[in-house]
Structures are given as C-alpha cells and as structure tokens.
C-alpha cells in the first residue's frame, strides 16, 4: 500500500510548498512504475507457465489421439465381423452369442486438469486472441470427445448384454434384431468420435508446427 506521510518540518513558503508537492508526485510516480513493473513480470511468469504446462498437456494428449484412434480401428473391425455374425444367423441360425466382440479396448481418457486450472488463475485473460480461439478449440473437441466416448460405452455394454442374454450363444430372433440394430448404433457413434479424433489430430498437428512461432513472436513484444 502507498502512504504519503507529512512534512517532517513545518512548510512556511511557496516555495517549500511546491518542492514538498513535487517529492510526493515523484515518490507516488516513482511507487506506481515499480508496482506496474512487478506485476508486468507476475504476469509475463504466470503466462509463460501457462503456455508450458498446457504444451505438456497438449503432447499427452496428442500421443492418447493415436492410441484412441488405434483402439476405434480395432472397435470398428469387431464391431464389422458382429455384424456380419449377426446378419449370417437370421438365414442360417447358429449359436453365436460366444462369438460376439463388444469392448472398447484400449481407450484412454484425455486430459483436461491444465486448462481447468488456467481457466481459473487468470492466464487465459493474458494471452493474445488467435492464441486463446486455438486453445478454446482443442479443448472444446476434448470435451466432445470425453462425451462421446461415453456414449460409446454405454451402448458398447447395452450391446454386450443382449449379447449374453443366452449362456449358450443361442440367441433368439428377436435377441438378433436387437443386437443388429444396437451394433448399427454403435458403428454410428464410432465413425463419429472417428472423426473428432482425427480432427484432434489435426488441431494438435497445428500446435506442433505453428504455434510455437507465434509464441516467439508474442515473447518478443
């Protein structure tokens, strides 16, 4: 805090008035320049730390892009062969339930807890407007991503159910239609996280390539 203390002796000119004025307009000058000058530095450290901590998050999550779209590859080929199992057994019944291969394999969850922390402290606020629209971008198609694959799973599992329903793998007509239309939903919602993969991909490329560039420029204002 800035405290402006009386004159030490009594001021008993104009001339003692002006200089006393001009001391405290110095020293209050003087005081606002080396606040403004920390804080300055605060920020430029606070956003520095930003940048890199969301780069370390942003290269996790580029290596789990590609074993997300890995697992979706291998997702899509079961979910394929089901189906061709599935449509198979309504001309020629055959117990196939065992057969059957509903599971997500190996998918992971990206992160997110770097940008849910800088959201907080402030540090978007400090970053320039083409930097923030980038990283607003690839962590919105994260979050669509996150919901999706739940999605996912959950008709993954519904799938595998009816799946089971026989311990035998005798499955009822009725069982096979079911399975043939939840399998159908699956695919859909595979092809479309597919895609929001490969858009992640993409917009992680970018990050890799060109961002940097634009940070080095931005540092050196």
């Known amino acids: 805090m800035i405290e402006v203390h009386p004159p030490h002796e009594d001021v008993h000119t104009w001339r003692q008035f002006f200089?006393?004025?001009?001391?405290?307009?110095?020293g209050l000058l003087m005081a606002i320049g080396l606040e403004q000058?920390?804080?300055y530095f605060h920020h430029r450290h606070q956003l520095q730390e930003a940048r890199r901590e969301l780069a370390d998050e942003l290269e996790s999550n580029r290596r789990v892009v590609g074993i997300n779209l890995e697992a979706t590859q291998k997702v899509r080929a079961d979910l394929d062969a089901d189906m061709a199992l599935l449509h198979a057994a309504q001309t020629s019944p055959a117990p196939i339930g065992s057969k059957l291969v509903y599971g997500l394999g190996n998918f992971y969850w990206p992160k997110d807890a770097t940008w849910q922390a800088?959201?907080?402290?402030?540090?978007?606020?400090?970053?320039?407007?083409?930097?923030?629209h980038y990283y607003v971008y690839i962590y919105e198609d994260i979050s669509i991503i996150m919901e999706q694959s739940s999605e996912m799973g959950a008709r993954i599992e519904l799938a595998?159910?009816?799946?089971?329903?026989?311990?035998?793998?005798?499955?009822?007509p009725r069982d096979i239609e079911e399975l043939i239309t939840a399998t159908s939903e699956v695919q859909a919602k595979v092809a479309y996280l597919t895609l929001l993969l490969r858009l992640e991909e993409n917009a992680l490329q970018?990050?890799?390539?060109?961002?940097?560039?634009?940070?080095?420029?931005?540092?050196?204002h």
């Open 206 to 220: 970018k990050k890799t390539e060109e961002i940097p560039k634009i940070e080095q420029k931005l540092n050196q």
């Open 160 to 172: 595998r159910a009816i799946a089971q329903r026989s311990p035998d793998g005798n499955l009822t």
């Open 118 to 132: 800088v959201k907080q402290n402030g540090s978007l606020g400090l970053m320039a407007h083409d930097e923030l």
């Open 37 to 39: 000058t920390v804080v």
């Open 19 to 26: 200089i006393h004025i001009a001391a405290i307009t110095i």
